[in-house]
């Protein structure tokens, strides 16, 4: 089941919050949807999930448009805003039950679909307390439930973890990870780890246009179109001794250790160590050293700041 954005363009008054932007995601892909605050990040998935209306461009959600079948978007997306609207003098059960009944989910489906998304998402103990009662995490949880009540096709995700304590982020993550099997995913986040460790691919928004759309891996090999090698030694070599590597760029010293560019499409470690023991240098460490995800967000997003 696709999301399909095509020259999606949102303006509030004289501010255009997402300018002509297009992209797609496809079923099964865990898509991470990052960005600076005030980005477009939030507005977009808004208009994703049937909340906003776009001024410009197209969304399609699994061959629906929301501008011209909202209700059929919704019957097969689940939605997670970024403050978790939820009903506070609810039961937590009473309330999923009510949103199952919104679905068209009733009777003995309702009962057994509602005991499955409790189990799932670990509310089993805080089933029959008020949501006003719960912590964040718990809260965070419900409204995951909520999202998944109806078993849709597309989940979009705004900031689900945000607010929460370590362990409940981890817990959360792997929630998505198991929810995600046969979904689409869109998920945003400023959670750097939890891009890697869930998404398979990542979407970075910068002043309402994208940036970057690409795996993570590609991400960092285009970001400096170099890799970067550091080898430590017991006492610092002549940077020169490794110049004569073809592939190497630049040769930094550090230390006891040399930072190293070269040609992304080459692996020079076999050759560097041949040098450092052809010329008696005892190496300690010898390893790619990446560009973190991080480094990669800023320097997108400041880039596009310059310009």
């Given at each position: 089941m696709s999301v399909i954005v095509k020259h999606l363009t949102k303006t509030f008054?004289?501010?255009?919050?997402?300018?002509g932007i297009s992209f797609n995601a496809q079923n099964g892909e865990i898509m991470g949807f990052l960005g600076p605050n005030g980005a477009g990040k939030s507005t977009t998935m808004k208009?994703?999930?049937?909340?906003?209306?776009?001024?410009?461009?197209?969304?399609v959600v699994g061959g629906y448009d929301v501008t011209e079948e909202p209700l059929e978007v919704r019957k097969i997306a689940g939605y997670l805003p970024e403050h978790n609207p939820l009903y506070y003098d609810m039961y937590v059960k009473e309330y999923l039950s009510f949103i199952a009944s919104l679905h068209q989910i009733r009777g003995a489906k309702n009962k057994e679909r509602v005991n499955e998304m409790i189990m799932l998402t670990g509310l089993t103990r805080e089933q029959h307390k008020k949501i006003g009662q719960l912590s964040k995490g718990y809260r965070q949880r419900v409204g995951l439930a909520q999202a998944m009540i109806h078993d849709p096709e597309v989940?979009?995700?705004?900031?689900?973890?945000?607010?929460?304590d370590p362990n409940q982020i981890v817990e959360i993550r792997e929630l998505i990870r198991q929810m995600s099997i046969n979904k689409t995913v869109i998920f945003s986040t400023h959670i750097m780890q939890e891009v890697q460790a869930?998404?398979?691919?990542?979407?970075?928004?910068?002043?309402?246009?994208?940036?970057?759309?690409?795996?993570?891996?590609?991400?960092?090999?285009?970001?400096?179109?170099?890799?970067?090698?550091?080898?430590?030694?017991?006492?610092?070599?002549d940077p020169s001794l490794f110049q004569q590597?073809?592939?190497?760029?630049?040769?930094?010293?550090?230390?006891?250790s040399l930072r190293i560019y070269a040609d992304p499409e080459k692996d020079i470690r076999s050759s560097i160590f041949k040098i450092a023991s052809g010329n008696n240098l005892p190496l300690v460490e010898l390893k790619k050293e990446e560009e973190s995800l991080e480094q990669i967000f800023q320097s997108l997003t400041n880039k596009n700041k310059q310009e």
């Open positions: 008054g004289k501010q255009k919050a997402v300018d208009i994703a999930s049937c909340y906003l209306p776009p001024t410009a461009g197209t969304v989940l979009i995700l705004d900031e689900p973890t945000s607010g929460l869930l998404c398979d691919r990542v979407l970075i928004i910068d002043q309402g246009k994208i940036v970057a759309d690409d795996q993570v891996t590609n991400l960092k090999k285009e970001s400096t179109g170099k890799q970067v090698i550091l080898a430590e030694f017991e006492s610092l070599p590597i073809e592939g190497i760029y630049q040769v930094e010293s550090q230390g006891n």
